[in-house]
């Protein structure tokens, strides 16, 4: 089970253009993949005449009313973070429940702060984890937090309209509530699997800017790793140089020792020494050992030299090929991206239709059955339906299953048996069940008293 994401920051001064800018995607960080940034969506429909997010946030503060002058330093808008483990949330959108968690999050905000005072809220799925960038106009009414101090001392020298609207961070964002906040939120987000975090735990969430600015260091410290290996290598071709050194110094001492050789043979057929001649002899066998080896070491260079060739070789041909596969790739992707978002445009129940024939596998129909439902038409069969939910299945005698829409939400599609929602259905079979286990047990339990 994974946790949920909750986080507030206060936006002071007069502008928060730089954070309207990542939000709107006027300016694009390293970490968004532009392929997807068609996926984005509002979750708050803009006042009329309202076009960004920073004119949403002055037209909610002028039209709230408020009497009291506004401070340049005043905080005019509190930016909310939502969003959840990495792999929950991408385990939420393969099971096709993203609206659902976008709808809950907006539902919980506009219940918290009001539904006039969130005047923008972007999903984001164009970045490694799906989240919402909410933003909140913190107008509240009633007497301030220090003015209620003051009152219970004994000291408040004027008295101020109980239901004057006016813009206070503070009463929105003190530790109480904050704490309220994330509890209240654990709720909703339990069935999607999210828990809070550890109460009263030191972790912080790591801003954008902070991230980048890891990231840089990090790669300050990768390149100075280069460098020293870099080094190293220049030291390791020092080394190579002087052990060429030494094994040319090796041969003009064997020239040396033959020479000596041929002067001490020139002496000995002069003298007629034997000893001379065993001398010479050993020489020439330490000479041929000698060119033995040279010849040895230069038969490894060269195939050193080869086998580094063809091996760099073999390198840039898996890389090459490598690259031209990953370009394929990419263009693949986009062309499935295109071809996806027509068909969302052309077929508003594309997404749908995608959803049901999950569900309709899930639930325990066959390849067949399944494009039959998929396509509208109604079909009648028996067996066992599993329920994701109860995690167990139900049996059915000869029911007529159909794909319809959605009563109460013309763009969502149903799976229906016998014209009722299959959701509903598995809720009257468990409840059902339930109801059989609990008279049994009541039996039982009646059968253990004798009169």
């Not at 080394?239 to 041929?262: M, S």
Request: proline share 2%; aromatic share 6%; glycine share 6%.
């Amino acid at each position: 089970m994974g946790y949920f994401t909750l986080d507030f920051k206060k936006a002071k001064g007069a502008s928060d253009a730089r954070m309207s800018d990542h939000i709107e995607r006027r300016v694009i960080a390293p970490n968004v993949d532009s392929t997807r940034t068609h996926l984005n969506r509002e979750l708050v429909e803009l006042p009329e005449g309202v076009t960004v997010r920073d004119e949403a946030i002055a037209h909610r503060i002028k039209s709230a009313g408020i009497k009291r002058k506004i401070t340049p330093d005043q905080v005019r808008a509190i930016r909310v973070m939502m969003s959840g483990t990495h792999e929950d949330m991408m385990k939420i959108q393969q099971d096709g429940r993203m609206n659902e968690w976008c709808n809950d999050s907006m539902e919980w905000l506009h219940k918290t702060f009001g539904r006039e005072n969130t005047v923008s809220a972007v999903l984001h799925m164009d970045e490694t984890t799906p989240h919402i960038h909410a933003t909140i106009v913190p107008i509240v009414t009633g007497e301030r937090r220090k003015a209620k101090q003051k009152q219970t001392e004994g000291k408040r020298s004027y008295r101020k309209k109980a239901d004057a609207a006016r813009l206070c961070a503070d009463d929105v964002l003190n530790r109480d509530k904050l704490i309220g906040y994330h509890d209240d939120y654990a709720k909703i987000m339990d069935k999607y699997g999210l828990q809070r975090g550890v109460r009263g735990s030191e972790a912080r969430h790591v801003t954008t800017a902070q991230y980048y600015r890891d990231l840089k260091r990090q790669t300050g410290k990768l390149e100075t790793g280069v460098q020293q290996l870099q080094e190293e290598r220049e030291e390791a071709e020092k080394q190579l140089k002087q052990v060429k050194k030494e094994i040319g110094t090796q041969k003009l001492e064997a020239v040396k020792t033959e020479a000596k050789a041929a002067l001490i043979a020139k002496v000995g057929s002069l003298l007629g020494s034997g000893e001379i001649k065993e001398l010479k002899q050993e020489n020439r066998q330490l000479y041929e050992e000698v060119t033995t080896r040279d010849e040895s070491i230069e038969k490894l260079q060269t195939m050193v030299q080869e086998q580094q060739k063809q091996h760099r070789k073999e390198l840039t041909e898996v890389q090459a090929k490598h690259i031209e596969i990953l370009n394929e790739r990419d263009k693949e992707i986009s062309r499935l991206n295109r071809i996806i978002e027509k068909a969302c445009k052309w077929f508003p129940y594309f997404m749908e239709l995608l959803r049901i024939e999950k569900l309709c596998r899930l639930v325990g129909f066959n390849q067949e059955l399944t494009d039959k439902l998929v396509k509208g038409e109604p079909i009648v069969c028996s067996g066992n339906l599993y329920s994701e939910k109860y995690r167990r299945k139900f049996t059915t005698e000869k029911a007529g299953f159909q794909v319809v829409k959605n009563p109460t939400d013309n763009t969502k599609l149903v799976l229906s048996i016998n014209r009722q929602p299959i959701s509903e259905w598995f809720k009257e079979q468990f409840n059902k069940l339930h109801q059989n286990i609990q008279s049994k047990q009541e039996q039982k339990r009646s059968k253990g008293f004798k009169l």
